[in-house]
């Protein structure tokens, strides 16, 4: 079965501080992570995925099959990354399937 | 507003009433989700149209109905909902039919929904 863990419901970092958001996923097959952000009152959208090893808004995240993890990384938190962030898994090349997404984590950078 | 956008951004209703949620993507995309978002679960899909004929259907509860009359107009109707349907439901679209790489999945607002 699919299923993606953020085990973290709420991280809190100074300003300035290293930020890390921890995802690790089950699945059988080869799989796609994503990254989806909410910042208050907006919509859902796209922050990241494994397959562009892009860095947007300064966050990265890598794709470590053997920890079977997706966390994403950023050296120097700011307060416009305040969020809550969902990692999200698919199965890779087979067009349209829909998304699993974690339970999402909610940082909160502080001044 | 581009993209994808759905109405009414807020409803509340009774569980005897009946109401239909919209969304609409201005995108050609060619595929569209039903996402719901608890405050306490993770997001869950409900429902995946491609080229408006639905593929997926996640036991959902008859009550909520889907329908997809063309590739860029999906709706949700309610009917009979109870209060733990209170949520925000998520409509999303993308590009890709079938086949090939995965294309990334463009959210809406969301409607906020409070079933008393």
């Known amino acids: 079965a699919q299923r993606v863990t953020q085990p973290e419901k709420l991280l809190s970092v100074f300003k300035g501080a290293p930020v890390e958001l921890k995802c690790n996923y089950s699945?059988?097959?080869?799989?796609?992570l994503f990254w989806y952000v909410q910042y208050s009152r907006q919509r859902l959208q796209l922050l990241l995925r494994?397959?562009s090893r892009e860095s947007i808004k300064g966050f990265t995240a890598d794709l470590n099959k053997g920890e079977t993890s997706f966390h994403l990384k950023k050296p120097f938190a700011q307060e416009e990354d305040s969020a809550m962030y969902y990692c999200?898994?698919?199965?890779?090349?087979?067009?349209?399937?829909?998304?699993?997404f974690g339970k999402g984590t909610r940082l909160s950078v502080i001044a | 507003e581009t993209g994808v956008t759905q109405t009414p951004r807020h409803l509340v209703m009774g569980m005897t009433n009946k109401k239909s949620l919209k969304c609409e993507q201005h995108?050609?995309?060619?595929?569209m989700y039903w996402y719901k978002q608890s405050a306490k679960k993770p997001l869950e899909l409900m429902f995946v149209?491609?080229?408006?004929?639905?593929?997926e259907n996640n036991s959902v509860p008859s009550r909520f109905s889907p329908e997809c009359p063309n590739s860029s107009h999906l709706f949700l109707h309610l009917h009979t909902l109870q209060p733990e349907d209170s949520a925000l439901y998520l409509c999303?679209?993308?590009?890709?039919?079938?086949?090939?790489?995965?294309?990334?999945?463009?959210f809406g607002p969301g409607t906020r929904l409070t079933v008393l």
């Open positions: 699945y059988s097959g080869s799989p796609e």
């Open positions: 999303a679209s993308s590009p890709r039919l079938a086949g090939g790489r995965i294309d990334t999945q463009y």
């Open positions: 995108l050609g995309h060619n595929a």
């Open positions: 999200a898994l698919t199965r890779a090349g087979s067009g349209n399937t829909p998304l699993v």
């Open positions: 149209y491609s080229l408006e004929e639905r593929v």
């Open positions: 494994h397959i």
